[in-house]
Antibody, heavy 127, light 113 residues
Framework: QVRLQESGPGLIKPSQTLSLTCSVSGGSISSGGYFWTWIRQLPGRGLEWIGN???????HYNPSLKNRVTISIDTFAHQFYLRLNSVTAADTAVYFC???????????????????WGQGTRVIVSS | DIVMTQSPDSLPVSLGERATLNCKSSQSLLNSFNNKNYLAWYQQKPGQPPKLLIY???TRDSGVPGRFSGSGSGTDFTLTISSLQAEDVAVYYC?????????FGQGTRLEIK
């Protein structure tokens, strides 16, 4: 049973770079069929998809964050990472890592739902 | 971006009664080639991450109780809980995986009346 666990600083100053790690256990991060994903939950509920990466390093990013985001992976360490540059108070959120399933339908591979999720790590941006 | 809109924001329901939650997308989530709707539902309890309930709009994930069902097609979808249990109190989100960026509804908070 795959488990994901986020780690990183709980408090960061404006203009700094946020770095988070997601550790994957109970399954292989280097097998195909998944995209390893970051999602954040902004205050007041809203869930925002940040982006993802697969075992080969192929990425997809949310255009609203693309200029500030880098997602990377270390398959040997069973971890993937989020870097978010130039943070502001608007980046205050709970950050989740999750696994996006790839599924095949009519011989076409489709990126699909998210399961499972890590517990999340709260990040506050404040001076 | 595909905008997902859920209604109502909050829904009080008595124990044992039916709960009906709605989700509307700004464009169709139905792929005409495979006849599948690219929509998932999640349940989030306080202090916990979202949990997958339903995918392809109507397929229950493994272990999800039978009282949960999903329906709808195109742009209009419904999550129904046939008989509300106390443990179902949570916020429920719909999410589209038809296009990037992936987007979620704002959530419906399900409460006990």
């Amino acid at each position: 049973q795959v488990r994901l666990q986020e780690s990183g600083p709980g408090l960061i100053k404006p203009s700094q770079t946020l770095s988070l790690t997601c550790s994957v256990s109970g399954g292989s991060i280097s097998s195909g069929g998944y995209f390893w994903t970051w999602i954040r939950q902004l205050p007041g509920r809203g869930l925002e998809w940040i982006g993802n990466i697969d075992y080969s390093g192929s990425t997809h990013y949310n255009p609203s964050l693309k200029n500030r985001v880098t997602i990377s992976i270390d398959t040997f360490a069973h971890q993937f990472y989020l870097r978010l540059n130039s943070v502001t108070a608007a980046d205050t959120a709970v950050y989740f890592c999750t696994r996006e399933m790839e599924t095949m339908v009519e011989a076409v591979i489709i990126r699909a739902w998210f399961d499972p999720w890590g517990q999340g790590t709260r990040v506050i941006v404040s001076s | 971006d595909i905008v997902m809109t859920q209604s109502p924001d909050s829904l009080p329901v008595s124990l044992g009664e039916r709960a009906t939650l709605n989700c509307k997308s700004s464009q169709s989530l139905l792929n005409s080639f495979n006849n599948k709707n690219y929509l998932a539902w999640y349940q989030q309890k306080p202090g916990q991450p979202p949990k997958l309930l339903i995918y392809w709009a109507s397929t229950r994930d493994s272990g999800v109780p039978g009282r949960f069902s999903g329906s709808g097609s195109g742009t209009d979808f419904t999550l129904t809980i046939s008989s509300l249990q106390a443990e179902d109190v949570a916020v429920y989100y719909c999410q589209q995986y038809y296009g990037d960026p992936r987007t979620f509804g704002q959530g419906t908070r399900l409460e006990i009346k």
